[in-house]
């Protein structure tokens, strides 16, 4: 995960992440000799359904850094959260390619020592332990590298706090055991971020994996054309006679994207470490674009790298989403991505409908919101009941998209009883200072957009007299969002403004996420806006 300045529970329901991408594929047979390390490196045993050879979208939506590991029969994968709450999701799947959300690693409130980016945790499990290194900015401080960890995968963790956080920033944590069994964390120095080279280090760490002990080594930095000002995320295995370091090299983000993969291997952790005459291993195509920063796994004696990628066709709107590659190993003993391997399957958009009709006394686990302005709410018979907010575009919930073109919608209850000076409705969301939304609130319908923490007008219409106003957001090619309302439960809809006119939101996603749907209330705190639904369709 490059940084910023550097690249300027509906009760116990869980989400089904699937990409319906199950196929009957050749097994590709490579030879395996492997240590005992974090990552997830032996055959899988379980269900007899095979991963999809080439490349298969398996996290759908707003899933960057990818990290897998195997405990028992089960794979474990976390992501990036970034500035999104709850901080790093936590799914798992008995194949590589269907994935359950099950919970977070800090499902309330941020650990006491950070305050946001939330980036890369690496999770790892031994000795019927789970460990998940991950990257935040301490406050007042830099980008540290901290560590939780907790006696069951699906949690809960106990923060153990940062371990290491150079002036520049320290990021993108990795554990990995010598060829004499010996804890190390391997990670990036951030010089991007002061125009400085990025070096890998490595440096011992304690069993309880709280504090590191000796001198940092460094690995490896970018030195080549393709890395540009960067190599990070390196995530490491052991094949054969050889540590593999899997990293990242260049810019990691937007559209303008030049993220590749590239391999090195080294016969010791600490080197010296050689990088692969043809890097870089896997690049962009007319499919997926800038993938990176991943972790390899295994599968039926078949070998796979877990990254994330954009999809040419929704770009920085949906955001870096989570693939899975399959590659093999040639007779040199290199890591290759078979020609063809980044070609798109086809995707179930269906299966990734969301329905929420919010029963049951806890949110679902996979609404989100900003981790710096978390919402107060309360799902109660039915209903989702959301106190507002009077700062940034007010309290704000959201949910991953997924296409480019899509539907949200929201039902809001009596909008006319809302207390003056407060807003609800729907919105295309970006991060607090960056929306466009759909209100009612003070005898009004109003469309509006906050851009760079700056509000526009972009029409309004008398509120209805209605008990029940339906508000709809109509996404086309990621950047283009119309919005409409029914005042008769659906039957008739209205246009607002009214011909219908797309909004440009092209400025809306951060360098580092996707856009998300969902919903907002912003008025004095002591306000509440009350929601009876929410869905989110994809064309």
């Avoid at 469309?447 to 526009?456: D, M, P």
């Avoid at 509120?463 to 039957?491: C, E, H, I, T, V």
């Amino acid at each position: 995960m490059t940084s910023l300045f550097s690249d300027l529970r509906k009760g116990t329901a869980w989400l089904t992440l699937t990409a319906g991408l199950l196929a009957t594929a050749c097994q590709r047979q490579a030879s395996t000799n492997t240590s005992s390390v974090p990552a997830a490196v032996e055959s899988a045993q379980g269900p007899t359904n095979i991963v999809s050879a080439g490349t298969s979208l398996v996290l759908p939506g707003d899933f960057p850094d990818p990290s897998v590991t195997k405990i028992g029969d089960t794979y474990w994968a976390t992501a990036t959260s970034s500035n999104w709450g709850p901080i790093f999701p936590l799914l798992k799947s008995k194949n590589l390619t269907d994935w359950e959300l099950v919970g977070h690693v800090f499902p309330n409130q941020p650990p006491d020592w950070a305050d946001y980016y939330f980036w890369a945790p690496e999770i790892s499990e031994e000795n019927g332990k789970t460990y998940v290194f991950y990257t935040a900015h301490k406050k007042n401080g830099p980008l540290s590298v901290g560590v939780a960890s907790a006696d069951n995968p699906a949690g809960p963790y106990r923060d153990h706090g940062p371990l290491v956080g150079q002036e520049d920033g320290s990021i993108d944590a990795f554990p990995i055991r010598d060829e004499n069994n010996q804890l190390y964390i391997v990670w990036k120095e951030d010089g991007n971020s002061q125009n400085r080279p990025t070096p890998i280090w490595a440096q011992r760490i304690n069993d309880d994996r709280t504090a590191l002990t000796g001198e940092k080594t460094e690995l490896f930095r970018n030195t080549i054309p393709w890395e540009g000002n960067l190599v990070e995320g390196a995530s490491i295995v052991r094949h054969g006679d050889y540590f593999y370091a899997f990293y990242a090299g260049n810019g990691c983000c937007g559209h303008n994207c030049t993220y590749g993969i590239g391999v090195a291997r080294s016969r010791k952790l600490l080197g010296p470490w050689e990088k692969y005459e043809k890097n870089p291993i896997l690049t962009k195509n007319g499919s997926w674009t800038c993938p990176g920063h991943g972790t390899v796994t295994q599968r039926d004696n078949r070998w796979f790298l877990l990254h994330h990628a954009y999809d040419t066709r929704s770009f920085e709107f949906v955001g870096r989403q989570g693939v899975l590659s399959e590659f093999v190993w040639t007779p040199a003993g290199w890591p290759e991505f078979p020609q063809g391997a980044n070609a798109a399957p086809a995707f179930n958009v269906a299966s990734q409908n969301v329905s929420d009709d919010f029963k049951g006394t806890n949110l679902v686990a996979s609404w989100q919101w900003p981790i710096e302005q978390k919402p107060t709410f309360t799902v109660r018979d039915g209903k989702l009941l959301l106190s507002a907010r009077p700062d940034h575009s007010g309290a704000a919930l959201g949910h991953h998209t997924y296409t480019t073109d899509y539907t949200a919608t929201t039902t809001l209850l009596q909008p006319a009883a809302l207390p003056t000076g407060t807003v609800a409705g729907i919105a295309a969301l970006g991060d607090p200072d960056n929306t466009i939304a759909l209100t009612a609130g003070d005898g009004k319908l109003r469309l509006w957009q906050l851009e760079k923490g700056k509000q526009q007008a972009l029409g309004e219409v008398a509120l209805p007299n209605s008990k029940a106003l339906m508000l709809r957001l109509q996404a086309q090619g990621g950047n283009q969002y119309r919005f409409s309302w029914s005042a008769d439960a659906g039957k008739t809809w209205q246009n607002l403004p009214a011909n219908g006119q797309a909004i440009n939101g092209t400025y809306l996603p951060p360098w580092d996420r996707g856009v998300r749907a969902g919903l907002l209330a912003r008025g004095p705190a002591t306000a509440t806006a009350t929601f009876d639904d929410f869905t989110l369709n994809n064309q």
